[in-house]
């Protein structure tokens, strides 16, 4: 659980360094021009990000299903080389899919505007705006979403629904209880992973929405599951509660 939470943070920190500089740099200094390959570096490595987040969710669900479901092999089955290759594997993917969109947008050489409504580089955004057939790109988008979101929400949608039919069946309500605490943390966090996501992504093929719509959910959907997470494993995890007591306390004794 502790290397899950250790990969989704370094993906959650990898996220808001591709974003956070250029981001502030607009709102701040009012930087808004960008080299079009520097985009395209931005783009993706904030969509790989992403990508990464949503297997490593799928590994802790998985994890969590071994936990609850099959919990004296647990340990058997999760060993360090597989826990190993699971993130190698996720990292693969995410680089792979997410390398298409760039090439892609690279293939394209007439713009008939040059100004993008957002704070990063989004993908439709910048493919938008282009003159040329951009099916492909469209297509290509679609096919990248499908694979990585959708494959890994219905697996882990799965997961929790084996794990909750296992949960019920238990005779103790502490017992139910305890079962549950171990994965509220994780649920909300998928919910708001995901919500956000398809609202971000969906925004886009629907023509009748405002350019202010796609602006405000692809910043919440970049935003806003970083900045939760980890309030929502702290809350949940009694050992990083004392970790965070004891770092409140040596601060407090120096300036005292």
């Known amino acids: ?16 360094a591709a974003i956070a500089p250029k981001m502030l740099a607009i709102f701040w200094f009012k930087s808004c021009s960008m080299a ?4 395209l570096a931005q783009l993706f490595f904030i969509y790989a990000m992403k990508c990464m987040e949503s297997g490593i969710l799928l590994a802790m669900a998985f994890d969590r299903y071994l936990a ?10 999760l060993t360090p080389s597989v826990l190993v290759c699971m993130i190698v594997a996720v990292a693969i993917r995410a680089t792979v899919l997410l390398g298409l969109l760039p090439i892609l947008i690279k293939r394209l050489h007439i713009f008939h505007y040059i100004l993008i409504a957002h704070s990063y580089c989004e993908h439709m955004a910048v493919v938008k705006l282009s003159t040329e057939d951009i099916q492909v790109n469209k297509a290509c988008g679609l096919f990248v979403a499908f694979t990585i979101l959708g494959f890994d929400m219905i697996f882990i949608l799965v997961s929790y629904v084996l794990i909750f039919q296992v949960v019920f069946r238990l005779q103790q309500k502490e017992a139910q209880l305890k079962a549950f605490n171990t994965c509220t943390a994780q649920i909300f966090v998928f919910l708001e992973f995901y919500i956000l996501a398809f609202f971000s992504f969906f925004s886009h093929h629907f023509e009748h929405v405002a350019p ?4 405000l959910l692809s910043t919440i959907y970049l935003l806003v599951p970083p900045a939760l997470n980890p309030i929502v494993y702290g809350v949940k995890n ?3 509660q004392k970790c965070v007591a004891q770092i409140s306390l040596l601060n407090y004794g120096s300036q005292q």
Do not use: E, N, Q
């Not at 899950?4 to 990898?14: P, Q």
């Open 1 to 16: 659980m502790y290397i899950f939470l250790a990969v989704l943070a370094a993906t959650d920190i990898g996220l808001c």
């Open 238 to 240: 009694k050992i990083i």
């Open 36 to 39: 079009f390959d520097a985009c």
């Open 68 to 77: 609850i479901c099959d919990p004296l092999r647990h340990t058997c089955i």
């Open 212 to 215: 202010s719509t796609h602006f």
